[in-house]
């Protein structure tokens, strides 16, 4: 269970990072210092990859307060238990592939059994072009560990595969920098957040859409912090599609 210090240190993180400090505050890896500063969110627009306004759309204040509250639950969680990369319709393109090309800001060429060469990217976490796929990880918005702890150690095996395949809603899965992916981790936004500062309305509405699609629950320091967040993101909105039972 959360801590009432552990709340107040993730506010406290969040409110540094808003003001210009490292979000990445549980990353052991230094900074690098020849990065230039990204600017922070503006609430005049979405930020790139969000949602678009529609029928039916919340607010991120008012869709994080819809997430179920819940404690983390950790025991059991091995990353077999989600079975990865399946190629569900059989074209010939596994999950990872599936992402990369409907990702691809230029289209790569695509070989025997799917395999891609060229074409361009865009990381949302760090807004860096990248035009090797082979340097892109497919990352889950919610990480498979994350998922495993709000809700999914009761799932079916069936469930979990959907859940760590989800192809149903464009930003369940997205295709960013390895560095980045794997400096997240499988921490939540209390522990982790997006290099670049622009990025921050986009994934706190990406990272509540996941959690509301799957039926998923987030602990006190999680809403903590993204309601802090969601205070600069005024003009972001959530839509969501439940994933079928």
């Given at each position: ?6 709340v107040?240190l993730?506010?406290a ?8 400090c490292?979000?990445?505050v549980a ?16 609430a ?12 039916g759309?919340?607010?991120?204040t008012?869709a ?9 639950r950790r ?8 079975r990865l ?6 074209d010939?393109?596994?999950?990872r592939?599936e992402?990369l ?10 070989g025997e ?15 860096i072009?990248v035009t090797?796929?082979?340097k892109?990880d ?10 495993w ?16 395949n989800?192809?149903?809603s464009?930003?369940?899965l997205v ?18 957040l ?16 996941a ?8 602990d ?10 969601a ?8 839509e969501?599609e439940?994933?079928?039972e």
């Amino acid at each position: 269970m959360k801590s009432r210090c552990l709340v107040q240190l993730a506010a406290a993180v969040l409110a540094a990072a808003l003001t210009g400090c490292n979000p990445q505050v549980a990353d052991d890896k230094p900074a690098d210092s020849n990065s230039s500063p990204t600017p922070a969110p503006s609430a005049a627009s979405p930020a790139p990859g969000g949602p678009a306004p529609g029928a039916g759309a919340l607010t991120l204040t008012d869709a994080i307060a819809v997430i179920p509250d819940g404690d983390e639950r950790r025991d059991g969680y091995e990353r077999d238990a989600f079975r990865l990369w399946i190629d569900e319709d059989d074209d010939g393109c596994q999950t990872r592939a599936e992402v990369l090309l409907q990702e691809a800001t230029t289209k790569p060429e695509q070989g025997e059994r799917c395999t891609l060469t060229g074409g361009a990217w865009m990381s949302y976490y760090d807004g860096i072009e990248v035009t090797d796929p082979k340097k892109l990880d497919i990352d889950h918005v919610v990480p498979l560990a994350e998922a495993w702890d709000s809700g999914a150690y009761h799932w079916t095996p069936e469930r979990r595969q959907a859940y760590a395949n989800d192809l149903g809603s464009a930003r369940s899965l997205v295709a960013v920098t390895a560095k980045s992916n794997r400096a997240k981790g499988d921490r939540d936004p209390a522990q982790w957040l997006p290099p670049a500062k622009s990025a921050y309305c986009s994934y706190g509405a990406d990272w509540t859409a996941a959690k509301l699609r799957w039926k998923l629950t987030a602990d006190r320091a999680e809403k903590t912090v993204l309601l802090d967040l969601a205070k600069a993101c005024t003009d972001t909105v959530v839509e969501f599609e439940e994933a079928a039972e």
